[in-house]
C-alpha cells in the first residue's frame, strides 16, 4: 500500500469531461482528448517538476456510453465498487513497470502548493478553467 501512495503523483485524474450537447461536431471528444494526452506530459513536467505516465477517468455506465474514450483508446479496466467504469490512458509504454519499481524509483512527491503562474498562456488557462468549471456547474443545474 505504501508504495502505491508513493506513485500517486504520476496518475492524473480526468475528473471532468464536457461537451455541451448543442456542439455537433464529428468526433470532437475522441480528437479533444487524443489532443490532450498527447500534450499533457509536457505541461506537467514543465508546471510540476513531475512526469506523469497514467491518466485515469471514473464515469457511470448508465448515463455515459464512453465512446469518446475509447476512440481516442483508452483502456477498460475496471468497474468501482459503486459501479463507476474505470478507463485508463498510458502516456509511456512502460507506465505500469515503472509504477510498480520500488519507491526508490518513484518521483519526488507533488510540491504542497502550486508554484505562481507566469506569462499571459498560463493566465488565459486559468480564465478558460474558470469559464469551464462554471459553465459544466451551470449545465449540471439543470
Known sequence: MRQRKKGFNRLLLNSRYLILPWVA?????????????????????QRWGITPLLVETFFVPTEQRGSSYRAADWQAIDHTTGGKAVYTFALQPDAR??????SSAVSPSVPSRAPKRSGAAA????????????????????
Open 123 to 142: 493566465d488565459l488557462w486559468g480564465v478558460i478553467a474558470l469559464a469551464a468549471t462554471q459553465t459544466a456547474e451551470r449545465y449540471d443545474q439543470r
Open 97 to 102: 513497470a515503472v509504477l510498480c519499481q520500488s
Open 25 to 45: 461536431v464529428t468526433n470532437l471528444a475522441s480528437h479533444a482528448l487524443a489532443r490532450v494526452v498527447r500534450q499533457l506530459q509536457a505541461d506537467w513536467q
